[in-house]
């Protein structure tokens, strides 16, 4: 009983910020997700990340194995994606990044803060920032055709990740006045990710149940099949394994859809698997966090 209700302190307040946001939809009341995503991601969100990897004990060994765990663990999951596209004849420039882009971010950073603390936070950090490159990277080349290599380079998260990995390696600390205020500003970063994921889950709608729950379960057991073999390839510890499973069991993350918005892929087929993949994460990931805690 302990253990159950210690789990469900950790899940709890992620999952009820994302209720107030879908709630908050439900009930009609306006909630403006450009302005609000625009803010988290160029400013909230790289203060976070800044702050906490300036103030993560540097461990280099760990950190680029991690680093190269998490790449090595894309590429098994892009090839595991490849192929159920290729057998059941699925459309790549719909289904492909959505098997692979996990929302490691909106929901994998606040899980891993409040299951792993500062230090799983650390290391979640590294695997988003992964994630991030991929979807502005391979993931704009497949749904659109074309690189982004400008576009990535433009992501202030790209440059909180660089300056805090330097910070964090030279040890380096910023003013007092000053990390305290990036610290205020970072800490809005969580609520309004989630808050924003509830929101977009009551937007979105699904078209074919069926068929996203059976390719979103496909997408969640890639991710910790890909996550299980690297563990293995990888010499970790176990806290950085734990986070790098739960962030590759991550359902299909929404900036998946805005691709497909964007570059004229099947945007609703999109929508229903963040919908169904997201619910599905609900009811799995007390489970998934209570082994991976023992």
Same mark, same amino acid.
């Given at each position: 009983?302990?253990?159950?209700? =210690? ?95 996990? =929302? ?191």
């Amino acid at each position: 009983m302990v253990a159950l209700l =210690n789990i469900f302190e950790i899940v709890a307040p992620v999952f009820i910020l994302a209720a107030v946001g879908y709630c908050w939809v439900k009930f009609g009341f306006e909630y403006r997700v450009e302005f609000v995503t625009q803010f988290a991601m160029a400013i909230a969100l790289p203060c976070l990340v800044f702050t906490a990897l300036m103030k993560t004990e540097f461990q280099p060994y760990y950190f680029g194995n991690l680093l190269m765990a998490a790449i090595t663990g894309y590429f098994s999951l892009a090839i595991l994606a490849y192929v159920l596209v290729k057998i059941f004849n699925l459309g790549q420039r719909t289904y492909l990044m959505p098997l692979i882009s996990g =929302n490691t971010g909106n929901l994998g950073l606040p899980l891993c803060l409040f299951a792993f603390g500062d230090a799983g936070f650390g290391y979640a950090i590294i695997v988003f920032s992964v994630t991030s490159i991929v979807a502005f990277t391979i993931g704009v080349w497949v749904v659109a055709g074309g690189g982004s290599l400008k576009q990535l380079l433009k992501e202030p998260l790209v440059g909180s990740t660089v300056s805090g990995l330097i910070f964090m390696w030279q040890g380096w600390e910023t003013p007092s006045f000053l990390t305290s205020s990036l610290e205020l500003i970072g800490q809005m970063a969580i609520p309004m990710m989630l808050i924003t994921l509830g929101v977009a889950v009551a937007r979105l709608q699904i078209t074919d149940i069926k068929k996203s729950f059976l390719i979103s379960v496909c997408k969640i057991l890639f991710g910790i099949t890909a996550a299980l073999l690297v563990s293995f390839m990888f010499d970790l510890p176990k806290v950085a394994i734990s986070v790098l499973i739960l962030q590759f069991s991550m359902p299909i993350a929404v900036t998946s859809y805005l691709l497909a918005e964007k570059y004229g892929a099947d945007s609703n087929a999109v929508a229903g698997l963040v919908v169904v993949s997201t619910f599905i994460t609900v009811a799995i990931s007390p489970i998934l966090i209570a082994f991976l805690i023992t």
